[in-house]
């Protein structure tokens, strides 16, 4: 038990924690640009494995890990437009719309990559990211290791934060985005194109998606499993609900829960005598405990799930 | 230029039948894209693909065998969905009810064959509804969405199996996450020689039956009903929504259960980490295929296996991965919403 | 500025007075038709308005009034006809291109943002291509656009925080801040009281006067007749009349409205009370933002009576009615139908006990709209019709045959699906649901909102034929004609109390104005 409290155990637990929170950091503050917008995207969790294949492929064919980072991106934002043809411009029931979306890319994720490496007996692997201290802040002890020398993406993930705020809170973009995701109505009557917002906060929120899954199987790991995503997509789905939609809130609990991910394995490794399933099931038991907590007060963007039309008299 | 959509006037009901068969049809024509992509001879997929899943007596009672869990996981989601409560956890409520029906299944009472068979089924029965009605309560007491909890806790039964497998429940003397073989008298017997097909089959077509009476003929289904279209106003005429909902969940996750059943009961005879290669999430798409209603759905469920018996022997004779069969079920799902728009808008192209 | 409004002319060109010329025509509508599936709701109508004039647009519910204006505000294109801005032919597709040219448009139901402030909803998707969001700079026009028109709200209050009136107000500087010239107003004045309805009145006035050419669209005759100069009369979609307002009556415009003479409306003889049927004493409610919208209310409401609850919109009127419904829980007080006292919270218990609802919002909470006809007439009574512990259908069907005879509910057969019937009808199905089983007490809310004619009269004579046969009834209603023709008491509800009780054929309109506007002390 004492091994808990060293320096070493600390400060490896808390660069853990910022792996693993970040595929969900991007999970989270892509989901919530589309939510803000009033679409809920289900779709998250296929295209995070869409990109997290894409990314490794295009890896593996062109050695270039950041040009797989850029394809991760592409394709996700591929399938969040096709999110937004089915649920915005058709109209079609969001939630169906998304689980479509997740349940097709699911397969088509795995249908490429079987036809592109068939079944090996050792799957391949890319050389990973590695990872990129920041001079003098990296030196400073515990935080500088945990928070300092980490993947380049994790940086990203973590300025993405402050910027999704600013361009929610302070930029005209932001105010028509907001206002699309309450009172579609109130934005139409302005001259902003709804259809259009809604489109365009999809597709960026999937390049983030996707940007998220690529991480997975290019800095976290090395290779490709069909279960590398492993419902972090809808634990971001659940962050955007706990951090009541707010970029900054639901980076933190997407930090609460890289935490419980990064406890559970170290302790693990320590021997409590804990089966090793049941720490498997602790954040995902966490993330509901979480929601109730804030089930209360929390306010989604009113115009959620519901698709704007002009209109229809009759 | 642009797209105008306007309400069209309702369809007659028989052109709302057809639509699921046109949405089958369209998405078999799509699957030569990826047959092609993957280097398949068209012709000769097209056809393992059907000799494979009815071409042969043996082959037709497979696709059966197949599709009775499908008929299970899609009553559930349907019958879910009718009422909007969105029952994403059928995963999670089917490996509840194997659990259950394995531990009925390895400890089975000295009783009749009948007795231990009732006692499996409603284990599993129970189980599974016990698993779907967390998060219908947290849906009613706390106004936690369904769609999220559902989900997250198909991830919670998993591992909750997997600890079982690798402990209490796991076989002696094994390295390997599997139960011991349930019983005898615990399984379910084959009704036809020469195949698999079991009781499960004949239980899930009595599902069918089951479900269509209750969304017909009863108070039940109709409450349910009025619940998914209009929670506020089933409200206000004085239906207890939330006790709907509860019930629904119950019912739903009981069905799902029921498929878990049928796996370890029929075809496993032992519990398996891979039990389920996703039943509870192609249910999805099969109850949406069917349109929420049960005999649609068991015949969406029965294409499905045709889908997924035949893309086995497909890939062996052609070379195209199995997974095409989860990629024709994504585009099937696609399709089917596109057309279900389609009876209710025209799209216009309008100059501007 | 021309100090005072030159002369209207009805169409002739007339030798100005004062040097001025005619005013031009900012606005001109021709042939515009529009149909919506099988209704067709502007049939080649051609309008024109012009500069620095207050027009209005009459009409009863359903006339077309808020289509055709949509179509000038780039929300709806019309099948055929042509717009006009300033003499230059115009093509709309979207609002954007409307306010580019000026024209802002007041909506009946809001367009704002309720959790958003003041300012934000007034900025929104105005940036003028910046990409970072000016807010002082924006403050400050607004400020000045405040005072120049005289409408005062905080900027930085957020929106739900305001009154129905404040509200309007930001609505008007949403346009006035994109530079409006045209400004068009739907049923302004059905949400406020006589008193913000004088002060949007002086609004009005102060924009015509700066130049502003202004569409007010209503369907109350004697609002017409005081803001407008000329009224434009549409009948089923049909551009009907025009006249200047100087040079017509109150009655020739009902006449020209319906299309046909109506006599002037009697008030039907007034009932004899019995016993209260319906008590409340005491009720406390909250409302969905935690503050308490009821406070304290206590009423009695005898048989055959007819109490009518006055009052603006937002003054607790919904979570009273809701309370009644047993939609919503009360935080104290007593509610009792006939001598016992109902479960709160329990819509069954409503139910069970005798009362009639009318919900404010037929399509969200009274009706289900995907459901059948038959299926939503037996939506409280379902379980009545079982043999064997089933649904008997064929029961259900002759009971709902029924219905739609006695009630002549136009439909295509019991089985069609609610969504296809028009308004009027599918207030009916309620009607028809809630009043055929001679219910003690009956609270109806706003019941007659966007009907025609024909169809509120047809509430109006089914609600008087429940009073005949003995009911308390309590009728919630923002309309202060049906009020004064309908009601045996009239009530005024203001922020949650009730401020005075007047009999319903002596109060004064002046009476009940002050006590909506919330001013307690009586009229001279």
């Known amino acids: 038990m004492e091994q808990v409290f060293t320096i070493t155990f600390i400060t490896g637990l808390l660069a853990a924690m910022m792996r693993m929170a970040t595929p969900i950091i991007f999970g989270t503050l892509g989901e919530i640009l589309s939510e803000r917008a009033g679409v809920l995207n289900l779709g998250i969790e296929g295209i995070m494995l869409m990109g997290a294949m894409t990314g490794f492929l295009t890896t593996l064919t062109t050695g270039s890990l950041w040009l797989g980072v850029a394809a991760a991106a592409l394709v996700g934002a591929l399938l969040a437009l096709f999110m937004a043809f089915l649920a915005v411009y058709l109209g079609l029931s969001q939630h169906v719309s998304g689980l479509g979306i997740t349940l097709f890319s699911t397969g088509l994720a795995m249908f490429i990559y079987r036809l592109s490496v068939g079944s090996p007996v050792n799957p391949p692997t890319v050389r990973p990211f590695t990872q990129a201290a920041i001079p003098f802040l990296s030196e400073i002890p515990v935080i500088g290791p945990a928070f300092f020398t980490q993947y380049t993406l994790v940086y990203w993930a973590f300025l993405l934060i402050p910027a999704l705020w600013v361009l929610l809170y302070r930029t005209t973009w932001g105010l028509a985005i907001r206002t699309v995701g309450e009172n579609p109505l109130a934005a139409d009557t302005v001259g902003i194109n709804v259809n259009l917002v809604r489109t365009l906060c999809l597709a960026g929120g999937g390049a983030l998606m996707g940007i998220g899954g690529a991480f997975l199987t290019l800095a976290h790991q090395n290779m490709f499993l069909i279960d590398v995503v492993g419902g972090r997509g809808w634990i971001s789905i659940a962050m955007v609900i706990f951090g009541n939609w707010d970029p900054a809130r639901g980076a933190a609990g997407a930090l609460i829960f890289g935490f419980l991910d990064a406890l559970q394995l170290r302790l693990q490794g320590l021997g409590f005598d804990i089966p090793f399933h049941l720490f498997l099931l602790i954040p995902y038991l966490m993330t509901v405990v979480a929601l109730v907590s804030v089930s209360r007060r929390a306010a989604a963007p009113a115009g959620l799930l519901k698709p704007y039309r002009r209109e229809e008299k009759g | ?352 | ?524």
């Not at chain 3, 407008?228 to 409205?257: H, I, W």
């Not at chain 3, 289900?368 to 038959?374: G, Y």
């Not at chain 3, 202060?480 to 009601?487: A, G, K, N, P, R």
């Open chain 3, 1 to 524: 500025m021309p100090a005072d409004r030159p002369a209207m002319s009805a169409g002739t060109e007339e030798a100005p007075a004062s040097g001025h010329t005619a005013p031009a025509c900012v606005v001109e509508m021709r042939s515009i038709t529009k149909t919506f599936l099988d209704v067709t709701a502007n049939n080649n109508v051609t309008f024109s308005l012009r500069e620095g004039e207050i027009c209005a647009l009459l009409g009863e519910n359903g006339a077309g009034k808020t289509t055709l204006m949509n179509i000038l505000f780039g929300y709806y294109a019309a099948d055929s006809g042509e717009i006009r801005i300033g003499g230059e032919k115009v093509s709309f597709s979207s609002p954007k291109d409307a306010i580019a040219c000026r024209i802002g448009m007041v909506h009946q139901h809001f367009t704002l943002v309720p959790s958003q402030t003041v300012l934000e909803n007034v900025v929104v998707g105005s940036g003028g291509g910046k990409f970072f969001l000016d807010l002082s700079g924006a403050r400050k026009k607004l400020l000045d656009l405040q005072e120049r028109f005289g409408l005062s709200v905080d900027p930085d209050a957020p929106v739900w925080t305001l009154p129905i009136g404040g509200q309007q107000k930001v609505e008007i500087l949403k346009a006035l801040y994109r530079d409006a010239r045209i400004l068009i107003l739907d049923e302004p004045t059905a949400v406020l009281a006589p008193l913000e309805t004088r002060e949007l009145f002086a609004t009005l006035r102060t924009l015509a006067s700066e130049g502003c050419s202004i569409i007010f669209i209503s369907h109350k005759l004697y609002e017409v007749m005081e803001i407008a100069d000329r009224v434009v009369v549409l009948t089923k979609g049909v551009l009907t009349a025009e006249r200047k307002v100087s040079e017509t009556s109150e009655r020739e415009l009902a006449n020209l409205m319906v299309g046909r003479d109506l006599a002037e409306k009697k008030r039907p003889p007034r009932g004899s009370p019995g016993k209260p049927l319906l008590e409340i004493r005491g009720l406390r409610v909250k409302n969905d933002r935690n503050l308490e919208a009821v406070k304290d209310l206590s009423l009695d409401i005898r048989s055959g009576e007819i109490m009518g609850m006055a009052g603006v919109s937002g003054n607790g009127q919904r979570e009273l009615a809701e309370a009644l419904f047993g939609l919503r829980r009360p935080l104290s007080g007593c509610i009792s139908v006939d001598g016992r006292p109902l479960p709160p919270a329990r819509p069954k218990a409503s139910v069970e006990s005798g009362m009639g609802r009318i919900p404010e919002d037929r399509m969200t909470t009274g009706l289900l709209l995907e459901l059948s006809v038959e299926e939503n007439l037996v939506l409280e009574n379902h379980a009545d019709f079982r043999t064997l512990g089933m649904l008997d259908h064929v029961a259900i069907g002759r009971h709902a045959e029924r219905l739609i005879s006695d009630f002549s509910i136009k439909t295509d057969g019991r089985t069609a699906k609610a969504q296809t019937l028009s308004g009027g009808n599918l207030q009916k199905i309620i009607l028809a649901r809630e009043l055929s089983a001679s219910p003690k007490v009956v609270v109806a809310a706003q019941p007659t909102r966007g009907l025609d004619v024909g169809a509120i009269e047809y509430v109006h004579w089914r609600i008087l034929d429940a009073r005949a046969s003995g009911a308390a009834i309590l009728l919630i209603s923002e309309d202060l004609d049906e009020i004064f023709q309908l009601s045996d008491r009239i009530a005024v509800m203001y922020e949650g109390r009730i401020m005075g009780i007047a009999d319903g054929g002596s109060a004064s309109r002046e009476q009940i104005g002050l006590w909506m506007s919330g001013v307690n002390e009586p009229c001279a």
């Open chain 2, 1 to 352: 230029m642009r797209m105008i959509i306007t309400k069209r006037a309702p369809l007659p009901g028989w052109v709302q039948v057809l639509v699921p068969v046109g949405a089958i049809l369209v998405t078999l024509l799509l699957s030569a894209v990826p047959i092609l992509f993957a280097g398949g001879d068209l012709w000769l997929s097209y056809t393992s693909l059907f000799k494979g899943a009815l071409g042969t007596r043996y082959n037709f009672l497979e696709t059966c065998v197949k599709a009775a869990p499908l008929t299970f996981t899609g009553l559930a989601v349907a019958f879910a969905f009718r009422a909007k409560f969105w029952n994403i956890g059928a995963e999670g409520q089917l490996l509840a009810g194997a659990i259950a029906a394995t531990w009925v299944g390895i400890s089975a009472p000295a009783l009749p064959k009948v007795a231990v068979l009732i006692l499996v089924c409603a284990a599993g029965f129970l189980a599974g509804g016990l698993w779907a009605t967390v998060p219908a309560l947290l849906k009613t007491k706390y106004r936690v969405d369904d769609v999220v909890t559902t989900l997250l806790l198909n991830y919670v039964m998993w591992h909750i199996m997997g600890y079982l497998l690798f402990g209490p429940l796991q076989m002696p003397n094994s390295s390997w996450p599997r139960s011991p073989a349930i019983l005898e008298i615990a399984r379910f017997p084959v009704l036809l020689a020469r195949s698999r097909f079991h009781l499960g089959i004949v239980l899930a077509v009595a599902a069918v039956l089951i479900v269509w009476f209750i969304n017909s003929k009863t108070v039940f289904g109709y409450q349910a009903r009025a619940v998914g279209v209009n929670p506020r106003a089933a409200a206000f005429g004085g239906i207890n929504v939330d006790s709907v909902i509860i019930r629904t969940a119950l019912l739903s996750g009981g069905l799902a259960g029921m498929a878990g059943v049928g796996e370890v009961a029929a075809i496993h005879f032992h519990l398996l980490m891979d039990i389920s290669p996703g039943f509870g999430y192609s249910g999805i798409v099969i109850a949406m295929l069917g349109r929420l209603h049960p005999l649609g759905t068991a015949l969406a469920a029965f294409f499905f296996s045709v889908i997924i018996v035949g893309a086995q022997s497909m890939s062996r004779l052609t070379g195209v991965p199995t997974y095409i069969a989860e990629v024709i079920q994504g585009m099937a799902l696609i399709v089917m919403l596109i057309a279900l728009l389609l009876t209710e808008y025209r799209i216009k192209a309008v100059k501007d």
